[in-house]
C-alpha cells in the first residue's frame, strides 16, 4: 500500500531521517519505536504526507506523492488518510458530532451526508450518546475515541497515530489499543503508529526500529 525509498529530512541544520526505506502492507498495523529523537515522528508526518522529504520518495497505492501540487496533496491527505495525535486536538466550541463532521465537510460533502457518516461513526465507537457533548464534558478516552472517529469519517484506507495512548490511563489506553486492532478486522484499515507503550508496540503485526535517523535491522 505505502512505500518509502530513501527518505532525507533534516530541520534547520539537524538531520533527522537519513536515508530510510520503509513499507506499509494492506491491513497491517505497523509501530514505529526507537528512542527519542531517533525521528519517529518526523518519519510519521513524511509518510502521511504532513511534511515533505527533503529526498526520496513515498508511493501510496502507485501515486508518487513527489508529483502532486500542495492543493492536490491536501485532497489526497483527506480522501485517504486519517490522523490521530497524542492530544485529541478537537476544537473546544464543536461538540463531539461537529467534530467528527469536520473532515467530511472539507473534503466537499454536503451538511447532511458528513453528519450522517459521522454519526455512524459515533455510534460505531459507542459515542452515539455523548455526540452533542462538548469536549470539555467528555472524559479524556471519549475525546479521544472522538479523535479517531474524526479521522475515520471520510473512510480512509490509511491511519496514523502518534503516541495515541500517550495521555490516558492504563485502562482507557488499552481499550483505545483494542479499538485500533478491532477496526483494523472489521475494515482493513492500514495503521502505523509512533509509540512509546511496549504493549502496544509489541501487539503490532511489526515493528520499524528507528535509531539515529535509520532503521535498524
Given at each position: ?57 513515498v ?54 451526508q ?25 472524559s ?21 497515530a ?24 472489521r ?18 503485526d ?12
Amino acid at each position: 500500500m505505502l512505500t518509502a525509498t530513501g527518505i532525507h529530512k533534516s530541520h534547520d541544520d539537524l538531520q533527522v531521517l537519513r536515508g530510510v526505506d520503509v513499507s506499509l502492507s494492506a491491513g497491517e498495523v505497523v509501530s514505529i519505536v526507537g528512542p527519542s529523537g531517533a525521528g519517529k515522528t518526523t518519519l510519521l508526518n513524511v509518510l502521511s504526507t504532513l511534511d515533505r522529504p527533503d529526498s526520496g520518495s513515498v508511493v501510496v497505492n502507485g501515486i508518487d506523492l513527489a508529483t502532486l501540487k500542495d492543493k492536490s496533496l491536501a485532497r489526497f491527505r483527506n480522501a485517504h488518510i486519517g490522523f490521530v495525535f497524542q492530544f485529541h486536538q478537537l476544537l473546544p466550541e464543536f461538540n463531539a458530532l461537529e467534530n467528527a463532521m469536520l473532515p467530511a465537510l472539507v473534503g466537499g460533502q454536503p451538511e447532511a451526508q458528513a453528519e450522517a457518516a459521522a454519526m455512524a461513526r459515533l455510534q460505531e465507537l459507542g459515542l452515539e450518546s455523548r455526540a452533542k457533548h462538548l469536549p470539555s464534558q467528555l472524559s479524556g478516552g471519549e475525546q479521544q475515541r472522538v479523535a479517531v472517529a474524526r479521522a475515520l469519517v471520510n473512510d480512509p484506507p490509511l491511519l496514523f497515530a502518534d503516541e495515541p495512548s500517550g495521555n490516558l490511563d492504563t485502562a482507557n489506553a488499552n481499550a483505545l489499543h483494542d479499538l485500533f486492532f478491532d477496526l483494523r478486522d472489521r475494515h482493513g484499515l492500514t495503521i502505523a503508529l509512533v509509540t512509546h507503550n511496549e504493549g502496544l508496540a509489541e501487539r503490532a503485526d511489526r515493528q520499524i526500529r528507528l535509531r539515529d535517523g535509520r532503521v535498524q535491522s
